[in-house]
């Protein structure tokens, strides 16, 4: 095998010319990147949609179709659309947890505060009848005997 070889020309098992589309974006130590992006979408159906591209966009597209491709062959049915099913669920599940926490602190909150204001009402403030025995609040220091 020839060193100089794109992963994509040596999957295809064909010489890899100098203006090779993949072989920017298919070096040739990653095999599997190109084996997997050929079994979903096709060499030739990539290499037309990377001549289509801009050269600048072309990489981050590469990137797309190889995760795009990796879920499609773990998860035939759903592929990427059910990793963004299961993460919009926990999404979902973090932010109703979220609310009822939310809704538990403003419950505690509402009870302390509650509780406060009942114990500060609750300060025992000496009146005249629980200081009568000491003979200061009688009736007589009043003149009404």
């Given at each position: 095998m020839n060193p100089g070889?794109?992963?994509?020309?040596?999957?295809?098992?064909?010489k890899?010319?100098?203006?090779?589309?993949?072989?920017?974006?298919?070096?040739?130590?990653?095999?599997?990147?190109?084996?997997?992006?050929?079994?979903?979408?096709?060499a030739s159906n990539v290499a037309k949609l990377l001549q289509q591209l801009p050269v600048h966009h072309r990489a981050q597209a590469v990137d797309s179709l190889f995760f795009e491709a990796h879920c499609r062959i773990e998860a035939p049915v759903y592929g990427c659309v059910g990793l963004v099913f299961t993460v919009q669920q926990q999404i979902h599940d973090a932010a109703t947890q979220l609310?009822?926490?939310r809704a538990k602190v403003?419950?505690?909150?509402?009870?302390?505060?509650?509780?406060?204001?009942?114990?500060d009402s609750n300060v025992f403030l000496p009146g005249p009848q629980s200081v009568a025995h000491?003979?200061?609040?009688n009736q007589a220091s009043f003149g009404f005997i």
């Open positions: 070889r794109c992963a994509a020309c040596k999957y295809l098992r064909r890899c010319p100098s203006d090779c589309v993949f072989s920017p974006y298919f070096p040739s130590n990653n095999l599997q990147r190109f084996a997997s992006i050929h079994k979903i979408y096709g609310a009822k926490t403003a419950v505690l909150k509402s009870t302390a505060h509650h509780s406060q204001i009942q114990s000491l003979g200061l609040f």
